[in-house]
């Protein structure tokens, strides 16, 4: 009797208890079919909440569903769920799937092998954002095909055939990100918004990019993750459209003396590169087409170097080598090299490799982007050349 009254107490004490935590809470729920041969060994997900704490869970599928319950959030979240597997899974791309943690319920089903197409509802955000994904899926699978045999390596990376198959991801992956864009355009108060323009930083012009984050909703502007925008469009101000291109000196690969107003009244590209980036390398088969195209009209290219060598010694010789290996006659300068008296990445607020700048032939800045996911500077050049 003694027993039944304890547990009784128990209860009545816990109830409040159990019953707060399932009210706190929401379920993610998910039913996953498995195409690809091999089971899943569990499905994680993780985010991090407005005060930046970091939240991590995990659940083992069963017969293909799983449920994982996590706290409500008062503002808004996106979060990360993955599939991890035993063994990698050779020629298939695992794409995460996002999803937005607000205080419903959110309800998955797709297939195993591609997590990040697969259908959710839940929410205004989860919601809106499924209508997106599955606007472009078509897109994505057709790219994750092309890719595949690069993945499995039955076709050489650098083959004739490969930068092919690149250039048709790259038409792509150009569709899928204008749909996006498209999407930050038509909904500026969704919080999907703010999360895909803080992930698409390089698929804008700096000042295009400013624009488009000014346009969201205040609220948004002010959270954690605008705010981390509002930095990046800070740093980047000193090369804003219209502003004049900072003066530096160096001595060019030749051994020559360069100064940048040597180049007044020409327009001009500042690349920001090093032989040790892997995209700054890819791009330069292209700007040595734009080269080629417009240098009889007076274009020219400023490369400018940031090598890591220990040594000023070792970055000359990584850099002379690049230059000879990839053909890039033009401009050259390596920014290591007198930095004490002038650091001209510093100076430009480089953030990231490459770093493109587009100049008139007074000096200002026409345009401002990082890596090489857009056309900006083709369809300026066209604006200016008439071709």
């Given at each position: 009797?003694?027993?039944?009254?304890?547990?009784?107490?128990?209860?009545?004490?816990?109830?409040?208890?159990?019953?707060?935590?399932?009210?706190?809470?929401?379920?993610?729920?998910?039913?996953?079919?498995?195409?690809?041969?091999?089971?899943?060994?569990?499905?994680?997900?993780?985010?991090?909440?407005?005060?930046?704490?970091?939240?991590?869970?995990s659940?083992?599928?069963?017969?293909?569903?799983?449920?994982?319950?996590?706290?409500?959030?008062?503002?808004?979240?996106?979060?990360?769920?993955?599939?991890?597997?035993?063994?990698?899974?050779?020629?298939?791309?695992?794409?995460?799937?996002?999803?937005?943690?607000?205080?419903?319920?959110?309800?998955?089903?797709?297939?195993?092998?591609?997590?990040?197409?697969?259908v959710?509802?839940?929410?205004?955000?989860?919601?809106?954002?499924?209508?997106?994904?599955?606007?472009?899926?078509?897109?994505?699978?057709?790219?994750?095909?092309?890719?595949?045999?690069?993945l499995?390596?039955?076709?050489?990376?650098?083959?004739?055939?490969?930068?092919?198959?690149?250039?048709?991801?790259?038409?792509?992956?150009?569709?899928?990100?204008?749909?996006?864009?498209?999407?930050?355009?038509?909904?500026?108060?969704?919080?999907?918004?703010?999360?895909?323009?803080?992930?698409?930083?390089?698929?804008?012009?700096?000042?295009?990019?400013?624009?488009?984050?000014?346009?969201?909703?205040?609220?948004?502007?002010?959270?954690?993750?605008?705010?981390?925008?509002?930095?990046?469009?800070?740093?980047?101000?000193?090369?804003?459209?219209?502003?004049?291109?900072?003066?530096?000196?160096?001595?060019?690969?030749?051994?020559?003396?360069?100064?940048?107003?040597?180049?007044?009244?020409?327009?001009?590209?500042?690349?920001?590169?090093?032989?040790?980036c892997?995209?700054?390398?890819?791009?330069?088969p292209?700007?040595k087409?734009?080269?080629?195209?417009y240098?009889?009209?007076?274009?020219?290219?400023?490369?400018?170097?940031?090598?890591?060598?220990?040594?000023?010694?070792?970055?000359?010789?990584?850099?002379?080598?690049a230059?000879?290996?990839?053909?890039?006659?033009?401009?050259?300068?390596?920014?290591?090299?007198?930095?004490?008296?002038?650091?001209?990445?510093?100076?430009?607020?480089?953030?990231?490799?490459?770093?493109?700048?587009?100049?008139?032939?007074q000096?200002?800045?026409?345009?401002?982007?990082?890596?090489?996911?857009t056309?900006?500077?083709?369809?300026?050049?066209?604006?200016?050349?008439?071709?």
């Amino acid at each position: 009797m003694r027993k039944t009254w304890t547990s009784l107490l128990i209860f009545f004490f816990l109830f409040p208890v159990l019953s707060l935590a399932q009210v706190d809470s929401l379920s993610i729920n998910g039913e996953l079919k498995n195409r690809s041969g091999e089971m899943i060994e569990r499905i994680t997900l993780s985010f991090t909440d407005h005060s930046g704490k970091r939240h991590s869970y995990s659940a083992v599928p069963q017969s293909g569903t799983f449920e994982i319950r996590v706290p409500r959030q008062e503002l808004v979240v996106d979060a990360t769920l993955r599939t991890v597997y035993p063994d990698p899974m050779n020629g298939v791309i695992l794409r995460p799937l996002n999803l937005f943690i607000h205080k419903e319920n959110i309800t998955i089903k797709g297939q195993s092998n591609e997590l990040d197409l697969a259908v959710v509802s839940g929410g205004q955000e989860n919601n809106d954002y499924n209508t997106l994904r599955q606007s472009t899926a078509p897109v994505v699978r057709k790219a994750s095909k092309l890719y595949a045999p690069l993945l499995k390596k039955e076709i050489v990376s650098d083959s004739e055939e490969a930068k092919t198959i690149f250039k048709q991801i790259s038409v792509l992956h150009r569709q899928e990100n204008d749909a996006q864009k498209q999407f930050i355009q038509a909904h500026p108060h969704s919080y999907v918004s703010l999360f895909l323009l803080y992930r698409m930083k390089n698929h804008y012009t700096s000042d295009a990019y400013a624009q488009a984050f000014n346009a969201l909703d205040i609220n948004h502007r002010e959270s954690r993750m605008g705010k981390g925008i509002q930095r990046t469009i800070e740093k980047e101000s000193v090369t804003a459209k219209g502003a004049t291109a900072l003066a530096f000196e160096r001595t060019t690969v030749e051994g020559n003396t360069f100064k940048l107003g040597d180049l007044k009244g020409r327009v001009f590209l500042l690349d920001f590169w090093g032989s040790w980036c892997g995209p700054c390398r890819a791009s330069m088969p292209h700007l040595k087409e734009l080269h080629s195209l417009y240098k009889e009209k007076g274009f020219e290219i400023v490369g400018i170097a940031q090598e890591r060598g220990k040594t000023i010694e070792d970055s000359k010789a990584s850099w002379e080598k690049a230059i000879n290996e990839l053909g890039i006659h033009w401009i050259n300068v390596l920014n290591n090299e007198n930095i004490e008296q002038f650091d001209i990445v510093s100076a430009y607020r480089i953030n990231g490799f490459p770093t493109k700048i587009l100049v008139d032939e007074q000096g200002q800045i026409i345009l401002r982007l990082t890596a090489s996911a857009t056309d900006d500077i083709d369809v300026a050049l066209k604006k200016i050349y008439g071709f």
